[in-house]
């Protein structure tokens, strides 16, 4: 076990540096550049504009602005935005929670939902059921999740009334349970949407390799109930590879996210950084350009881990 997170470790880090480097290059390289929005502004003379590069930095060479940069995130100080000179870690975590309330709804809808549709899935297999959990499945994954997002707007929130078409909370109302709650329904549903097809997918090829097991047809020849066999053998087997499946949603999670919040105007993560590139804040995005690449690696780690010690036929080496 030892050595598995030795060499996990290793390679999140090795990942962690390319990631740094092709994203940091990328933004520098980009046209525009940081001072394109300065430039805007018909007061702003080219001494200003030289002034400003000094004082950002950016008149040195590209790579020693990134060992600069580097050296700084590792010791904890991830820069102050461009935009209104504001730390990035103070601004990541005004937004954070917002992205993790909404994520951890999605997550748990789709768990549950996902499950159930599989499971019923695999036990009534080519039924009428499956057939249009199938049809529903490909659909969900087939079109954008922007275009949900728009819809769910345009019935729920023009049409009919019922939920808000965005933000967080309502103006004036923001310590009400029942208010934010009101709000979160819409973009979790989104959200949660291509998560449920994905675990109904992947739940029901599980269910369906284990059901198929000679074990489970041994515990039928017993005399089981079905609801038994079912529940304490197939079902506890299959989840062992939704372990993985849960570490590698999390990358869409956050994609999905990011379309999510900027179609209902939520205030996480995925807004902010979509507005930080609209404003060429680039320490902002690196900022959640690195915290998401780690986030993502520490899920998989997770999920490697609980993998390993759920399943004792897994030797790692």
């Known amino acids: 076990m030892a050595r598995f997170l030795v060499n996990r470790l290793g390679q999140a880090v090795l990942l ?12 520098h390289l980009a046209p525009g550049g940081p001072l394109s929005q300065f430039a805007l502004s018909s007061q702003m003379t080219q001494e200003d504009l030289d002034r400003i590069t000094r004082q950002l930095g950016l008149d040195r060479p590209l790579p020693i602005q990134y060992a600069d940069w580097l050296w700084r995130m590792l010791r904890g100080d991830w820069g102050n935005s461009y935009r209104d000179g ?27 939902l996902g499950c159930w549709v599989g499971i019923l899935g695999a036990i009534r297999r080519y039924s009428i059921f499956d057939q249009l959990a199938t049809v529903g499945a490909m659909v969900a994954l087939s079109i ?26 309502t103006v004036g109302e923001e310590g009400s349970l029942l208010d934010m709650i009101h709000h979160l329904i819409a973009p979790a549903l989104v959200l949660a949407l291509v998560e449920t097809a994905m ?30 066999i079912l529940s304490q053998h ?22 999905g996210a990011l379309v999510t919040e900027t179609v ?54």
């Open 16 to 27: 962690l540096a390319i990631v740094s480097m092709l994203g940091f290059a990328i933004l």
């Open 86 to 112: 504001e730390p990035v870690l103070k601004i990541i975590g005004a937004h954070l929670g917002a992205t993790l309330e909404l994520m951890a709804t999605a997550t748990v809808i789709a768990i549950l």
């Open 144 to 169: 954008p999740t922007f275009w949900f997002g728009l819809i769910a707007i345009y019935l729920f929130s023009v049409t009919l009334g019922w939920l808000p078409s965005g933000n967080r909370h």
């Open 199 to 228: 675990w109904g997918r992947f739940m029901r090829s599980s269910m369906l390799d284990v059901i198929n097991q000679d074990y489970i047809r041994t515990a039928r020849a017993k005399g089981l109930p079905e609801w038994r």
């Open 234 to 255: 197939a079902l506890r087997n299959a989840l062992l590879p939704m372990i993985t499946v849960a570490g590698l949603q999390f990358p869409t999670l956050l994609g």
């Open 264 to 317: 209902f105007t939520w205030p996480g993560m995925g807004r902010l950084f979509l507005d930080s590139i609209g404003y060429r804040d680039y320490p902002v995005v690196m900022g959640i350009l690195m915290f998401s690449a780690t986030m993502v690696l520490i899920g998989s780690l997770i999920a490697d881990i609980l993998y390993a010690v759920v399943d004792p036929r897994i030797r790692v080496g």
